[in-house]
Nanobody, 115 residues
Framework: QVQLVESGGGLVQPGGSLTLSCVVK????????IAWYRQAPGKQRTWAAQ???????MYTDSVKGRFTISRDNAKNTIYLQMNSLKSEDTAVYFC?????????WGQGTQVTVSS
């Protein structure tokens, strides 16, 4: 059974930074593509970033240059370093693994960017 547990969210001022963590259980992160999605209030959940099984990062345009996704194979954990945060980054952030037509989701962690 796949389990993804996010943490690290919180309240931060515009221009600040946060690092989210996703501890993964039941699979090996280096054998999978793991993604971060986010869902702003009243909006659909959208893809933000991913790291492939080969370690290649990919980002949606709105976070390029500000967010960095990384992986610690020893800890089986995915990170999302978020810098220069904007109010429009406010959302619940979810960790995701998609494989063979099935999505596995974590419970999400709230990020609020506000002064």
């Amino acid at each position: 059974q796949v389990q993804l547990v996010e943490s690290g969210g919180g309240l931060v001022q515009p221009g600040g930074s946060l690092t989210l963590s996703c501890v993964v259980k039941g699979i090996t992160v280096s054998d999978n593509t793991i993604a971060w999605y986010r869902q702003a209030p009243g909006k659909q959940r959208t893809w933000a970033a991913q790291i492939t099984d080969g370690g290649i990062p990919m980002y949606t345009d709105s976070v390029k240059g500000r967010f960095t996704i990384s992986r610690d194979n020893a800890k089986n954990t995915i990170y999302l370093q978020m810098n220069s945060l904007k109010s429009e980054d406010t959302a619940v952030y979810f960790c995701n693994r998609y494989r063979n037509g099935q999505h596995d989701w974590g419970q999400g962690t709230q990020v609020t960017v506000s002064s």
